[in-house]
T-cell receptor, first 113, second 114 residues
């Protein structure tokens, strides 16, 4: 089936550092989403992207929908301890309007105070 | 309305038993989705409903799995004759039409089959 390749798999950074993670696919998507998941909880939506080339910010988070519609990245600036968690990219395929999302494998972020 | 609600939060069952999970979506949302998430992986789509109609099922949904949304409101997911491989987090999400921005997940039901 379709897959999203998310990297890196994990990151261990110092508080205050910037973080970047990305997702790529061989398929074309019409929507890219970035979620954060805390242990034992469901994913919480951080940023949604709807158009190729779109760059969207949410506080210290910035995400972009790649021009080819096959990739997206998420940046977190000036990380803080509460940024710890697992970040997932997710997308809806180009010709789909069902709302079915395909998820990446996740990036585990640890922040050292 | 406080979001998508799932019950129970945790379920431990013996292999071979049947289990049923419930999801209450955000009240005005007409679409409801079930996903399964195993340790270290992202959620995987199982099925979705538009109102009471089940419109798509993943091949992950074997014949031991059945989902219903009888009145277009809450949904149930039943697993018959559970196997150890069914151990996972089962997540429910809801949305209004194709409003991806309103796509909200519940906290999930953690199933452990022993």
């Amino acid at each position: 089936g379709q897959q999203l390749n998310q990297s890196p798999q994990s990151m261990f950074i110092q508080e205050g550092e910037d973080v970047s993670m990305n997702c790529t696919s061989s398929s074309i998507f019409n929507t890219w989403l970035w979620y954060k998941q805390d242990p034992g909880e469901g994913p919480v939506l951080l940023i949604a992207l709807y158009k190729a080339g779109e760059l969207t910010s949410n506080g210290r988070l910035t995400a972009q929908f790649g021009i080819t519609r096959k990739d997206s990245f998420l940046n977190i600036s000036a990380s803080i301890p509460s940024d710890v968690g697992i970040y997932f990219c997710a997308g809806q395929l180009l010709r789909s309007n069902t709302g079915k999302l395909i998820f990446g494998q996740g990036t585990t972020l640890q922040v050292k105070p | 309305d406080t979001g998508v609600s799932q019950d129970p939060r945790h379920k431990i069952t013996k292999r071979g038993q049947n289990v049923t999970f419930r999801c209450d979506p955000i009240s005005e949302h007409n679409r409801l989705y079930w996903y399964r998430q195993t340790l270290g992986q992202g959620p995987e789509f199982l099925t979705y409903f538009q109102n009471e109609a089940q419109l798509e099922k993943s091949r992950l949904l074997s014949d031991r799995f059945s989902a219903e949304r009888p009145k277009g409101s809450f949904s149930t997911l039943e697993i018959q004759r559970t196997e150890q491989g069914d151990s996972a987090m089962y997540l429910c999400a809801s949305s209004l039409g194709t409003e991806i921005n309103g796509y909200t997940f519940g906290s999930g039901t953690r199933l452990t089959v022993v």
